[in-house]
């Protein structure tokens, strides 16, 4: 591990304060991101906006007792920072360059470098999913590819990874140099070449010319030789290139041909070294595919056998889409992109809106398109392409350019000079059930227009991380056979995180199947326009009807609701029911015993025109190896009687038994045709198992209300509970038992984060609100509050009211607003 000396050598920085040696595990150059402070080291980085050596005495506080600054000012007075060690270097960001190129040639394993203009985080994530089949792949976490974010993310690299795959970006000369010191890609791949940060060079040609310096050192580039700048800039520094192309004749080790596209599938026919095979890829569009393509030359270079190919490509799932989600007005949605609005963006985050499964209209608002790099008049055009390819029904132009080509956009549009003169007209009855994505440059104040919008609900807000969701998911489709379905279960509103939000996105990610317990929450997604396969699991006879109208199979678990549902199925209908067998194997709730399942069987044989789906069971203890014998049992009673199911019916059926703590512990062994992925898709593992590889997905905050002085002998909420030993200093927070803050959290036994520090309850919890002790915490009305999340886990919080996490993430009141999120 390396050490706080060895940082100072690597720099040269100078060591002007040493107290002792502390581990060196994390490298922190943002002071809201601590993750474990007593072994990071912050690099205090002077920026144009923001100065990090402001922060220091808040991050001694917090605990971080290692320090690199770059201004010698704040190294002059150490007092205020006993224990602490401080490094002082010219410049901290080359600081934290230097260490992590240090640390990246402690491993000799392929690492793959992406640049380019568009595409980079496509193709990275794509490929780290088509290696991680044979592969323990390390990548950049979302879109890292900064002077920072490209040096953090090669930190991650240990022992246990087989290959690396990350992107690095450039916004002007004399960075891609620094970032390939770092990175040190032993393969690299160029995506393509477009007008983002054309700004930052004297011309375009001089921006490829840097970005190609990423790659002074690879043994193969990899690369589009349809792209003609691209292969004369290759072929003048004389790098080593693997490339692929789709225009017949051009010079390249992989030829493409596109046989067909269409629902959502394109099938190719490649060609390399000298045999011919077809793949189909699971995308239609142009951007897809030039990404897919980038990946498939990848792995041909690296040596994936082609009869491999089929299945990886097959298990591709998009990107996680990127953009915030809020509920707005009058039954609407918003999809807010108010950062800015490049073509290219423009693009992904149509993507994100027709992939809505929302019914109702899309209305897209839009502004000018600033710095695009093209002709106005050929930029609004291809604009209104893609708004009409997107099936977007509505455009709000706001800007002078775009007003000046509104002939072009679908009628009913309207157009606007500024984002004042919208607002100023804005008549919210116009919009109702419907998807609203906002995009537009920061310079046109897009945020009043979502603040207009949006719902208004008070100010406790439960954050849901989607890439952290999706990021889980792939966690555990990793840890089971690549032909393994899966099935989600979004029951109790996603546990509590929103079900339509999250079943649009699992949809999107192309899960097999959906679990909710009651029909009621299945009729609320279909509404929504989900059209994956549900399951319930609770129906009851009076809700078949809905179940047949909307498409929802039902687990059948006793003989009585076998005979209620075949009565109500008697005969044959327009579509096939499918119904799901629960098999009691040891968990003694519900399900079929194995007495009962012979006489089950011989009714539902006699019903050719219903279907058996599946049949699955419960494991009662798979989360503890305590009940291994015990779950080794279930799953062979489990096989012996799903054998008897196939053998009494005459067909093969689905077969489910493993949980998200079976996938984790049982996954090899037990995943038969399906597992069922739930409470670990939100970052909660109840295996007791290393969890080191989810993510947190949920974060419930709230804000101060007011900050009071108590004297010591008063009482702070209802019944006295909340004594003052000592004069205190209280605030109230605006969450209570009614927003889902357990009662039992009261009187000290919960705490919440604010500005980073543990505040304890003081007091008995309220329906809306409650006190916490922030006695010598710099705090005020206003601030922000973390009721659960990173620094203060769910599992933490369960164990100390003797809960466990699911009670806690599913008592989260629907009054609280679900924002959805990417980083």
């Known amino acids: 591990m390396l050490t706080f000396k060895e940082i100072a050598q690597v720099t040269g920085g100078m060591l002007v304060q040493y107290k002792r040696q502390y581990p060196v595990q994390h490298l922190v150059a943002d002071s809201r991101k601590i993750i474990q402070a007593s072994s990071s080291v912050f690099f205090a980085i002077r920026g144009e906006y923001h100065d990090g050596h402001q922060y220091l005495p808040d991050l001694y506080t917090s605990g971080i007792r290692q320090f690199v600054v770059e201004d010698a000012d704040q190294v002059m007075d150490l007092a205020a920072f006993p224990d602490a060690n401080f490094l002082l270097v010219s410049h901290s960001i080359e600081a934290l360059q230097q260490v992590v190129a240090y640390h990246r040639r402690k491993f000799n394993i392929p690492v793959i470098g992406i640049t380019g203009s568009n595409g980079k985080t496509i193709v990275k994530e ?31 690299l240990n022992d246990s990874h087989t290959v690396g795959v990350f992107e690095a ?56 030789a349809d792209q003609v700048p691209v292969t004369y800039a290759v072929q003048k520094a004389k790098l080593p290139a693997f490339a692929w192309s789709r225009v017949a004749g051009t010079p390249a080790q992989v030829q493409i041909q596109v046989l067909e596209m269409r629902q959502q599938k394109t099938k190719i026919r490649f060609f390399y070294q000298g045999r011919g095979q077809d793949l189909t890829l699971p995308f239609s569009d142009e951007a897809s595919l030039e990404n897919a393509l980038h990946c498939l030359a990848t792995l041909l270079y690296l040596g994936i056998e082609p009869d491999q190919l089929a299945s990886r490509f097959d298990r591709l799932t998009p990107v996680a889409m990127r953009l915030e989600r809020k509920e707005a007005i009058n039954g609407c949605y918003i999809i807010d992109d108010t950062y800015n609005n490049d073509v290219a963006g423009l693009r992904i985050a149509l993507d994100v809106l027709s992939h809505q499964a929302r019914k109702g209209r899309k209305t897209l608002i839009l502004s000018d398109l600033l710095e695009a790099g093209m002709e106005e008049l050929e930029l609004y055009q291809q604009v209104a392409r893609e708004v009409a390819t997107r099936g977007v029904n509505r455009v709000i132009g706001i800007g002078d350019i775009i007003s000046r080509h509104q002939d072009l956009f679908p009628s009913g549009s309207e157009f606007y000079l500024g984002t004042d003169s919208f607002l100023g007209q804005l008549r919210p009855e116009t919009f ?193 190896a305590l009940y291994n014998d015990f779950t080794q049992l279930q799953i062979s009673r489990f096989k012996e009687m799903a054998k008897l199911v196939e053998k009494e019916l005459g067909y093969t059926v689905t077969k489910h038994i493993l949980n998200s703590a079976g996938i984790v512990r049982f996954g090899e062994e037990a995943a038969f045709d399906m597992v069922r992925l739930g409470i670990g898709l939100y970052g909660i593992e109840s295996s007791g198992l290393d969890q080191s590889g989810l993510q947190t997905v949920g974060r419930l905050k709230t804000t101060v209300s007011q900050v009071k002085q108590i004297k010591a002998g008063d009482t702070v909420g209802y019944s006295r509970k909340g004594v003052a030993t000592e004069d205190k200093q209280t605030a109230t927070i605006a969450i209570g038992y009614a927003d889902g803050y357990d009662r039992r959290f009261g009187n000290g036994v919960g705490e919440v984060l604010i500005n980073g520090q543990r505040a304890p309850i003081i007091g008995n919890v309220c329906m809306d609100m409650c006190m916490v002790d922030v006695t010598n915490l710099d705090v005020r009305a206003g601030d922000e509050v973390v009721v659960f999340g990173e620094g203060l886990p769910l599992t933490e919080l369960a164990q100390r009211i003797g809960t466990i996490p699911y009670e806690l993430l599913t008592n989260v009141s629907t009054r609280v607003k679900r924002v959805f999120y990417n980083e």
Not at 197 to 202: S, V
């Open 432 to 624: 109702r059930q419907e998807t609203i994505l906002v995009k537009g440059a920061r310079v046109f104040q897009f945020e009043k227009i979502v603040a207009a919008l949006q719902q208004q609900v008070h100010g406790t807000v439960l954050e849901v991380n989607l890439d952290a969701l999706v990021h889980n998911l792939h966690y555990y489709r990793a840890k089971v056979p690549a032909q393994t379905k899966i099935m989600v279960m979004v029951k109790a509103f996603a546990y509590g995180t929103g079900s339509y939000e999250i079943a649009n996105l699992l949809q999107f990610h192309r899960v097999d199947y959906l679990a909710v317990a009651y029909t009621d929450e299945g009729v609320a997604l279909r509404e929504h326009g989900i059209t994956l396969p549900i399951m319930v699991m609770n129906p009851s006879p009076d809700s078949f009807l809905k179940m047949r109208q909307y498409h929802l199979e039902p687990e059948i678990y006793s003989p009585d609701l076998l005979h209620q549902f075949l009565d109500y199925f008697p005969e044959k209908s327009s579509k096939t029911p499918h119904i799901h067998l629960k098999l009691d194997t040891g968990m003694h709730r519900l399900g079929f015993d194995a007495d009962e399942l012979q006489e089950a069987l011989e009714v539902i044989a006699q019903m050719p025109h219903v279907h058996v789906q599946s049949v699955f069971s419960h494991l009662a203890g798979a989360d503890e």
């Open 126 to 156: 794509w490929l780290a999913q088509l290696l991680s089949v044979s592969e323990r792949v390390v990548k950049s976490p979302r879109s890292y590819n900064s002077q920072i974010g490209v040096p953090l993310s090669v930190w991650q």
């Open 169 to 224: 970006g450039l916004s002007k000369p004399d960075e891609m140099e620094k970032l390939a010191s770092v990175l040190q890609p032993t393969i690299g791949i160029f995506t393509n070449l477009g007008p983002a940060h054309d700004e930052g060079f004297t011309s375009r040609n001089k921006k490829l010319q840097e970005k190609l310096k990423l790659f002074a050192d690879v043994e193969q580039l990899i690369y589009c």
